[in-house]
């Protein structure tokens, strides 16, 4: 009989997060079960495909969510349990930030014993309320979380969905495991407009790579489906995409998949989507501005859904020379005209230091008196007014930026930017990027990323020395907290002519330093990527293990590279039937 019960999404609007001891990690899992996971994901997205909508990205801090919720469903009751709450008396909403997703999260699907994956999606499927979570459009990620005890066999599964506005993921293939096929399909979701100071906005163009430097990669209209070329050969295969708004703000996705018939299982844990509170900038320099302020691409312009006319008269008007292509005049009419944009609660920005760089320009500059003036506000507290002469703009119908510092403060319920144009001239208004405030230059620096939700967004520097400033530009991002990223071991012969790898796991940065500790490897850093050569000529039969380390002077940052040859006197070349589990 089936062990399948009719739970729809179960949604707590207050919650109280219970810490306690956790003595499941579902950080681990077994090649059985996490073979069993990723088939779900497969499945499911299949499903997802036939009715119409796109697949889902795996997620790591989901299925940690997912994976301990099935333990603690079968290891803390005492009889068989089929439900959504857990035995801290927390609910999915409640799991998923527990354990690290920083999206919007708390739609599950359950079943309360060990299934097949196909039969656990086909169970799903027949039931009107899974179905509905399964195939809905709000989701992005998913988690999923295989539970059996090895004793009696009883089991659990979770499935926990999420959507994260700083996210927009691509997917391989559906997720599937592997492929026997070098041309992929992709999905690149859209970025979602959040309607937010802090928020994304959507991809007007895209490139894709195969390593994370995108060397030769161009520019291309966003799609939100295409087809890659995987590099050739086999093994694990890493697909990039960067993508750029309408203002310039980057980010970068990737999805990975194995390129052949035999995927190593355990090496499946490595592959799901991730999050970090923290990213390592470089090359942070500038030859006369000591300081530097930081942003992961804040703007906010006339295009927002706030921005609006207060009074006199102003309206939109396309420019080439305005970030978007469009601006606010504030017109000639009466004393004054004036409009404003604002936002409720942009909670991103709690108690932090910023900086306001406001972005006019006005038809005639040859005034001494007052053309246009800026205020900040955070509840009742004002900043400014920034008061604006004529001859304080360099020339007339040319963008300039005026710097304000404010401080949102936690709980005011608006945050409001107003212009004015208060002088006999025109005023347009383009737009503000927001800064954190500046701090002495380091090189290279850890940034904490602000909400601690760092998914691949471009990091906008400016470099100031408190009264003049920079334009604002993109620096290169590197792993702040990097893994040891092996090389699988490497038969060869020892008739094997010299040859060399590409390892492609990081976007190594100028300025770094690549060592190798035996004579037979080498290594070099040439246009981002990391290039190992290997001659085991010298080599007697056997294992052999070299490490390369690449690390950044002045910098905690320190990468190791295990390499493993396993050399034989001769090769053979063999053909065996494919076995599809």
Same mark, same amino acid.
Request: hydrophobic share 40%; charged share 15%; with cysteine.
């Given at each position: ?73 079968? /290891? +803390?009751?005492?009889?068989? #349990?089929?439900?959504? @709450? !857990?035995?801290?008396?927390? *609910? ?5 930030? &527990? ?8 739609? /599950? +699907?359950?079943?309360?014993? #060990?299934?097949?994956? @196909? !039969?656990?999606?086909?169970? *799903? ?5 899974? &179905? ?8 992005? /990620?998913?988690?999923?979380?295989? #539970?059996?005890?090895?004793? !009696? ?429």
């Amino acid at each position: 009989m089936s062990k399948l019960r009719n739970f729809g999404l179960l949604v707590v609007l207050c919650s109280v997060l219970v810490t306690t001891a956790i003595a499941f990690d579902p950080t681990t899992q077994t090649p059985a079960l996490l073979y069993d996971e990723a088939l779900t994901v497969y499945y499911g997205n299949l499903a997802r495909r036939a009715a119409g909508q796109p697949p889902l990205r795996w997620n790591l801090q989901l299925t940690h969510a997912s994976r301990w919720f099935a333990w603690d469903s079968v /290891e +803390n009751r005492p009889m068989p #349990y089929c439900g959504h @709450q !857990d035995t801290n008396g927390q *609910w999915p909403s409640d799991r998923a930030p &527990r354990f690290g997703y920083l999206g919007s999260s708390g739609t /599950e +699907n359950a079943y309360c014993g #060990y299934m097949l994956p @196909q !039969d656990a999606i086909n169970g *799903w499927l027949n039931s009107p309320r899974h &179905r509905a979570n399964l195939l809905s459009d709000a989701h992005r /990620e998913i988690g999923l979380g295989y #539970y059996r005890r090895a004793s !009696d066999g009883r089991g659990y599964i979770g499935q926990l969905f999420g959507n994260d506005g700083a996210y927009a993921p691509v997917i391989i293939e559906n997720e599937a495991i592997n492929t026997l096929n070098p041309e992929v399909a992709l999905y690149i979701h859209q970025t979602a407009n959040q309607n937010s100071f802090t928020g994304a906005r959507p991809a007007t163009e895209m490139m894709i790579a195969s390593e994370p430097c995108f060397v030769d990669a161009t520019w291309q209209p966003f799609a939100t489906e295409t087809r890659f070329q995987l590099p050739g050969g086999q093994g694990w295969r890493t697909v990039y995409v960067k993508t750029r708004d309408i203002v310039g703000a980057t980010r970068v996705v990737s999805d990975t998949i194995y390129l052949g018939a035999d995927p190593p299982i355990p090496e499946l844990a490595a592959t799901l989507s991730d999050r970090q509170p923290t990213v390592m900038l470089t090359d942070l320099s500038h030859p006369l501005l000591p300081q530097v302020q930081f942003s992961p691409g804040w703007f906010v312009d006339d295009t927002f859904s706030t921005f609006s006319l207060l009074w006199g008269a102003g309206e939109r008007v396309t420019d080439s020379d305005a970030y978007g292509g469009s601006a606010f005049r504030l017109n000639l009419a009466g004393m004054e005209s004036s409009a404003w944009v604002w936002e409720y609660q942009p909670t991103v920005l709690n108690n932090l230091a910023l900086v306001a760089y406001i972005r006019l320009k006005v038809a005639n500059n040859t005034s001494v008196n007052q053309v246009a003036r800026v205020a900040i506000k955070s509840g009742d507290t004002e900043y400014g007014p920034l008061v604006l002469r004529g001859i304080d703009f360099t020339a007339a119908n040319q963008y300039q930026e005026f710097a304000l510092p404010f401080v949102y403060r936690a709980g005011d319920p608006f945050l409001t930017f107003q212009f004015w144009r208060s002088g006999s001239t025109e005023v347009f208004v383009d737009g503000v990027t927001l800064f954190s405030a500046p701090r002495p230059i380091t090189n290279p620096f850890t940034l904490d990323m602000f909400g601690g939700n760092y998914r691949g967004q471009g990091i906008w520097v400016r470099y100031t020395n408190g009264v003049t400033f920079s334009d604002f530009s993109e620096i290169p991002v590197i792993p702040s907290q990097p893994i040891e990223t092996p090389v699988r071991s490497i038969l060869v012969s020892r008739q094997s002519q010299p040859f060399s790898l590409t390892i492609t796991t990081l976007c190594a940065q100028a300025g770094m330093q690549v060592t190798a500790n035996q004579p037979w490897l080498t290594a070099v850093v040439q246009r981002g990527t990391l290039r190992l050569g290997i001659d085991p000529a010298s080599l007697s039969t056997g294992s052999h293990e070299g490490q390369v380390t690449l690390t950044m002077p002045g910098s905690t940052f320190r990468l190791t590279v295990p390499v493993r040859l396993r050399v034989v006197e001769q090769l053979f070349t063999t053909f065996t039937p494919l076995v599809v589990r």
